[in-house]
């Protein structure tokens, strides 16, 4: 009968056996370690993986935020510009409707320099006639103010020849002389002046009664007179020197205006 080699075996044999399965067993719990090794590889990358992932997720959030922000500022900007464009339009309007009107002001004032230029040629040949009549006026006139007057015609002629004063300056300047004259003929005046010459010259007072009568009266009262427009001259009338008396009272405004008698010139026929 033959031994069992299970039983009844070399020692060698069986502790061969007994290694081999802790070697198998080490074998296997070194293979389930390096699968779980593997595994833990695995799950670390898995995990690592998705803390990138929320990194990035993180980091994205935070750009789109940036770019929100960028965006909500752009929009910002981007009406604030709309806003400055549709002011700067209605401003570039205006101004475009100013200069439309300064056009047309500057062709109506350049029209209108053209007309004062034919004006003043045609304006001062009537001026200096104008200067001219009145001239001869105050000459034929009765003989009140003739220094005032005359002096004042002279200025006028002077006036005209001068190249710094305007057309306008000279014709106001005239307008005002035909003022003044015209003026004379409303009003009543009492003055002191010279009459005659050399030894006939004596101080008088003279009434002027607008343009109708021109009397006058000696200081002492002696000798009353009036001018004779038709004969041009003075002449003594001393049936005057109440009338004289009484309107040089109302000249002088010591007396209420009433009516008082002096010499008319009759009209003449004109031939």
Do not use: H
């Not at 039983?7 to 061969?16: A, F, H, I, K």
């Amino acid at each position: 009968m033959k031994p069992d080699p299970t039983q009844c075996g070399n020692p060698v044999t069986r502790m061969n056996k007994r290694q081999a399965r802790v070697v198998g067993l080490l074998a296997g719990l070194l293979g389930m370690a390096t699968l779980a090794q593997a595994q833990v590889e695995k799950v670390t990358a898995v995990i690592g993986e998705q803390v990138r992932t929320e990194q990035a997720a993180q980091a994205s959030q935070k750009r789109v935020a940036s770019l929100d922000t960028e965006a909500s500022a752009m929009l910002a900007e981007y009406r604030q510009a709309n806003a400055e464009i549709g002011g700067l339009k209605a401003y570039n309007d205006q101004l475009a409707e100013q200069v439309k009107s300064q056009e047309t002001e500057m062709a109506t004032m350049t029209r209108q320099l053209g007309e004062i230029e034919t004006t003043s040629r045609e304006a001062l040949p009537m001026m200096q006639k104008m200067v001219g009549t009145l001239d001869d006026f105050v000459k034929l006139d009765i003989p009140f103010l003739p220094d005032e007057r005359a002096n004042r015609v002279a200025a006028l002629k002077e006036m005209m020849t001068r190249a710094d004063v305007s057309v306008s300056e000279k014709y106001r300047r005239i307008v005002e002389a035909y003022q003044i004259e015209m003026d004379y003929g409303r009003t009543v005046e009492a003055y002191e002046a010279k009459l005659g010459d050399e030894a006939d010259a004596r101080t008088v007072q003279l009434l002027r009664i607008g343009r109708v009568g021109l009397l006058y009266q000696t200081l002492d009262g002696k000798e009353t007179g009036y001018w004779d427009a038709g004969a041009r001259k003075w002449v003594a009338d001393d049936d005057y020197e109440e009338a004289i008396t009484a309107g040089l009272k109302v000249a002088k405004k010591q007396a209420a205006p009433d009516f008082i008698s002096v010499p008319v010139s009759a009209p003449k026929e004109v031939k």
